[in-house]
């Protein structure tokens, strides 16, 4: 029997709360994904499966905001009455199509095409860590500040697996 490296993240995420859907990720990387995605030589794969992951990620996130809407509200503080469920709603329907565009980009072979979908998701967590700071700066929120550093990193393994790599291969201006 193996023990997995991670596992020490495991076992925080079980035993505390999570602050955030960061606890997914740590969950992935404590299974291998980080290290599938360091093992993979061909950079198209890797671009795929980061791909994969972001997808799967985000259509986790779609789902807790369907069926649980007021559980990454109340994470950050934010108390929504059942009237006011249809912003994580609508929330759920763009992380759902975030989801499918992940998803589906997987099958593109234009370096071109890629390209505009990795800058697409990079413009989306970017933008979103803009818009959270001047919040989490205002209240102080360690939640907060926890998502608003998951998304950074999430545009710079963007970057640096997906746009670097099409722009070696020449697919972006």
């Known amino acids: ?3 997995c490296k991670y596992s020490h ?3 925080q995420i079980i035993s505390k709360r999570p602050v955030s859907l960061g606890w997914l990720w740590a969950f992935m990387l404590g299974n291998g994904v980080a290290a599938k995605v360091h093992k993979v030589r061909n950079p ?4 795929n499966l980061l791909l994969s992951a972001h997808a799967a990620i985000t259509f986790v996130a779609a789902c807790v905001l369907v069926w649980f809407p007021s559980v990454i509200p109340a994470l950050v503080g934010v108390t ?9 709603y609508l929330l759920a329907a763009f992380e759902l199509c975030m989801a499918y565009l992940s998803w589906q980009s997987r099958r593109i072979n234009d370096p071109h095409a890629l390209s505009v979908v990795v ?4 413009l ?3 933008s979103s860590a803009v818009l959270e700071l001047d919040v989490a700066l205002q209240t102080m929120s360690l939640a907060l500040m926890v998502n608003i550093v998951a998304r950074l990193i999430v545009c710079v393994v963007f970057y640096c697996f997906g746009l670097r790599v099409l722009r070696l291969r020449g697919g972006t201006e």
């Not at 800058?119 to 990079?122: A, E, L, N, Y």
């Open 1 to 3: 029997m193996s023990v």
């Open 9 to 11: 993240v495991k076992a």
């Open 44 to 47: 198209m794969k890797r671009l």
């Open 80 to 88: 929504l009455t059942e009237n006011q469920y249809l912003i994580c």
């Open 119 to 122: 800058k697409t998701i990079m």
């Open 124 to 126: 989306l967590h970017g």
